[in-house]
């Protein structure tokens, strides 16, 4: 069985670009999140879909918006990029919401310059 | 969600038993506990989870305080493998999504 997949793997931008990012579940995973780890921290909540629909959203500025397909797959898209930007962004998915564990991707390196 | 703490770093010799702890004073009664743990460059990996009773699987045991304030991790016979970051989380079960710290570097030494 497959695992999470996301691509690309590395993603280099520049300044003020746009930069979109691609997640695929698990089959049979309806729910889909999405973190950033900068270097030497630890993950931080950006955005959860379920079913087609966002159900939450971590503090992050409006530039971050993603949204998710019929097929369960989703993209990040990450608006006006800024230096701090630059992260690994993973996504994870799970066979509903609730108590049930993240199955992870490797990530998507992201560089901004 | 309740706050977790975890130690910064710890260390431990393959062949031995590696307990990482974690504090989760403010806990509620429908918090569960949960364990990943990321190895360098690759994304987080579920290990165990348990809401009052201890837990054990293939890869580690899960001790719970009868308070349930805090739980240790225990992986019996740790290898060089094991080396990573070790997050310990508590998830309600409203349905939000989790939010991981620094959690705990394991430095596992031959």
Not at chain 1, 18 to 36: D, N
Not at chain 2, 15 to 22: F, I, V
Not at chain 2, 36 to 50: A, D, E, L, M, T
Not at chain 2, 65 to 86: F, G, M, Q
Request: charged share 15%.
């Amino acid at each position: 069985e497959a695992g999470v997949t996301q691509s690309p793997t590395h993603l280099i931008k520049t300044r003020g670009q746009q930069a979109t990012l691609r997640c695929s579940p698990i089959s049979g995973h309806t729910s889909v999140y999405w973190y950033q780890q900068a270097l030497g921290l630890g993950l931080q909540f950006l955005l959860w879909y379920d079913e087609g629909e966002e159900r939450n959203r971590g503090n992050f500025p409006p530039r971050f918006s993603g949204r998710q397909f019929p097929n369960y797959s989703s993209e990040l898209n990450v608006n006006a990029l800024e230096l701090e930007d630059s992260a690994l962004y993973l996504c994870a998915s799970s066979l509903r919401q609730g108590i049930e564990k993240l199955f992870f991707g490797s990530g998507t390196q992201l560089s901004v310059l | 969600d309740a706050k977790t703490t975890q130690p910064t770093s710890m260390d431990c010799a393959e062949g031995r038993a590696a307990n990482l702890p974690c504090n989760h004073s403010t806990i509620s009664g429908n918090e569960y506990v949960y364990w990943y743990r990321q190895i360098h460059s690759q994304g987080p990996q579920y290990i165990i989870h348990g809401l009052k009773n201890n837990e054990t699987n293939e890869m580690a045991s899960l001790i719970i305080t009868e308070d349930r304030k805090s739980s240790t991790l225990i992986l019996p016979h740790a290898t060089l493998r094991d080396t990573a970051v070790y997050y310990c989380i508590v998830l309600s079960n409203s349905g939000y999504a989790l939010n991981f710290g620094k959690g705990t570097s394991l430095l596992v030494t031959p």
